[in-house]
């Protein structure tokens, strides 16, 4: 079992920055493709990113291409989420999840993830 805390969240003005951090309690995540989701308040949860396990392939939903930027530090078994002009609309409820698979053609949806975080506020004012 693998345990992930999220962190870096917050409240940020419009066209502002945050950093999200997802680690992990076990050095295992370097195999596992990792993925950022979101869930705005009386929304359903929707896919932002994905990383592969060797960091060499990331995608991102339309809606975020070019201000966000998933990366990985194996290393420090963790994973961050660089948001970069935030707009209202981005506010949620972001959650950090691992796949035991290092790709995958479906990694967009949750079932592709094993492990889950419970999640840090992000909320971005007008």
């Known amino acids: 079992q693998v345990q992930l805390v999220e962190s870096g969240g917050g409240l940020v003005q419009a066209g502002g920055a945050l950093r999200l951090s997802c680690v992990a309690s076990?050095?295992?995540?370097?195999?596992?493709?990792m993925g950022w989701f979101r869930q705005a308040p009386g929304k359903e949860r929707e896919f932002v990113g994905v990383?592969?396990?060797?960091?060499?392939?990331?995608s991102y939903t339309e809606s975020v291409k070019g201000r966000f930027t998933i990366s990985r530090d194996n290393a420090k078994n963790t994973v961050y989420l660089q948001m970069d002009s935030l707009k209202p609309e981005d506010t949620a409820i972001y959650s950090c999840?691992?796949?035991?698979?290092?790709?995958?053609?479906?990694?967009?949806?949750?079932?592709?993830?094993?492990?889950w975080g419970q999640g840090t506020q992000v909320t971005v004012s007008s």
């Open positions: 076990r050095d295992t995540i370097h195999v596992y493709a």
């Open positions: 999840a691992g796949s035991e698979y290092a790709y995958g053609s479906t990694w967009q949806e949750e079932s592709f993830y094993d492990y």
């Open positions: 990383i592969s396990a060797s960091g060499s392939t990331t």
